[in-house]
């Protein structure tokens, strides 16, 4: 009976501090997708435009993905680091070369 006194007697913000404190620490929720680093594209010289040799590193990252009739909201898609393992340096995925000027592009990211 005391205990409904007790209840009774705290004000709102009270009661809601007590109740909180006594569930103890929110659950994160966590999208394993949506927590990725996203990459960006980035020019690199031709002499770092080989990706690794065997074990790739395989680190997980997002790059965006430009999608016609999404009204501007961001897009992306799973990229794999293509350098060697224990690699120095940013994450890299998706080598590409421009067909005119032969600039070479990469998608770079760090870890968090």
């Given amino acids: 009976m005391s205990g409904e ?5 705290l004000s709102d913000d009270q009661l809601i501090a007590r109740l909180k404190h006594e569930a103890g620490p ?15 594209q980035v020019t690199i010289p031709a002499e ?5 040799e065997e074990p790739l590193c395989r ?3 997002r790059r965006p993905l430009a999608v016609h009739g999404t009204m501007g909201a961001p897009v992306t ?4 680091c293509e350098r060697s393992a224990g690699h120095e ?17 990469v998608f770079e990211w760090h870890d968090r």
């Avoid at 770092?48 to 690794?52: L, T």
């Avoid at 898609?77 to 794999?80: G, Q, R």
């Fill in 26 to 40: 929110e659950k994160v929720q966590h999208d394993p997708f949506l927590d990725l680093p996203v990459a960006e």
């Fill in 59 to 61: 680190a997980h990252g």
């Fill in 77 to 80: 898609v799973a990229v794999d």
């Fill in 5 to 9: 006194s007790d209840a009774n007697s």
């Fill in 89 to 105: 340096g940013p994450h890299r995925a998706e080598f590409s070369q421009t067909r005119i000027l032969h600039h070479w592009h």
């Fill in 48 to 52: 770092e435009a080989h990706p690794g």
